[in-house]
C-alpha cells in the first residue's frame, strides 16, 4: 500500500523555466517530508526537507509546498538548468526510523 | 563529511549463490538500511537496523536476510539469488530517530542474476 504518491513519473520543462514536482501522501500521521535527487548510478541526496508544522520552505531556487488538508505537496525549482535533470523522490517520515519513498518523477531541462 | 561505501558498483552473480552486499558508513550512524530500486516502484525498503545485532524488516524482507555485527557495517544477504532480485541496491545511515535527520545514500550496487 503506497502512502506516498508520485502520479507523474515524467516531466520536461525548458531551461529558465518553472519546474513542479507534485507529491501526495495518505499517512496524516507523517511529520516531515523530504525530496531526493538522484542520478543514474549515484545512491539519491537530500534535496529539501519541510516539517509538517509549516506549509512553506525555501533554498535557492528549491522551494517545497505543504497543503496538508490536500495531503499534497510540491517541490518548486526556478529557474530549472540542465543539472537539475534527474529522479525527484518525495519521501515522508513518522517519527521513526524508515522514510516512505514515492516512486520518484524523472526530470528532463532542455536547453 | 558523512560517508557511505558500498563494497561493489556492480556485480553479476548466478542463480541459486549466495550473494552478500556490503555497507559502511563513517559517521557513528546507529541505523542503517537497505533498500532496491526499480523502474516504476522506487525505492523500497528491504530491511533496517538500529543498533548493532538488531533488524527489522521493511517492506519486501522476503529472500533477504542482514547482519550488523559492527556498528558501522550493515550486511545485505541474498541467500539463494534469484532473477527477481536484480535490482540496483542502496544503502543508507541516519543518526538518531528525530524525523528531521537526513537519511545519506551511498553509490548503490546494481546486481544481476543470470
Known amino acids: 500500500d503506497q502512502q506516498v504518491k508520485q502520479n507523474s513519473p515524467s516531466l520536461s520543462v525548458q531551461e529558465g523555466r518553472i519546474s513542479i514536482l507534485n507529491c501526495d501522501y495518505t499517512n496524516s500521521m507523517f511529520d516531515y517530508f523530504l525530496w531526493y535527487k538522484k542520478y543514474p548510478a549515484e545512491g539519491p541526496t537530500f534535496l529539501i526537507s519541510i516539517s509538517s508544522i509549516k506549509d512553506k520552505n525555501e533554498d535557492g531556487r528549491f522551494t517545497v509546498f505543504l497543503n496538508k488538508s490536500a495531503k499534497h505537496l510540491s517541490l518548486h525549482i526556478v529557474p530549472s538548468q540542465p543539472g537539475d535533470s534527474a529522479v525527484y523522490f518525495c519521501?515522508?517520515?513518522?517519527?521513526?526510523?524508515?522514510?516512505?519513498f514515492g516512486k520518484g518523477t524523472s526530470l528532463l531541462v532542455t536547453p | 563529511d558523512v560517508k557511505v561505501t558500498q563494497s561493489s558498483r556492480y556485480l553479476v552473480k548466478r542463480t541459486g549463490e549466495k550473494v552478500f552486499l556490503e555497507c559502511v558508513q563513517d559517521?557513528?550512524?546507529?541505523?542503517m538500511f537497505w533498500y532496491r530500486q526499480d523502474p516504476g516502484l522506487g525505492l523500497r525498503l528491504i530491511y533496517f537496523?538500529?543498533?548493532?545485532?538488531?533488524?527489522e524488516k521493511g517492506d519486501i524482507p522476503e529472500g533477504y536476510s542482514v547482519s550488523r555485527e559492527k556498528k558501522e557495517r550493515f550486511s545485505l544477504i541474498l541467500e539463494s539469488a534469484s532473477t527477481n532480485q536484480t535490482s540496483m541496491y542502496l544503502c543508507?545511515?541516519?543518526?538518531?530517530?528525530?524525523?528531521?535527520?537526513?537519511?545519506?545514500f551511498g553509490p548503490g550496487t546494481r546486481l544481476t542474476v543470470l
Open positions: 559517521m557513528d550512524h546507529e541505523n
Open positions: 519521501a515522508a517520515i513518522n517519527s521513526g526510523y524508515a522514510l516512505n
Open positions: 543508507a545511515s541516519k543518526t538518531g530517530t528525530a524525523s528531521y535527520n537526513e537519511q545519506f
Open positions: 537496523s538500529y543498533d548493532v545485532k538488531m533488524k
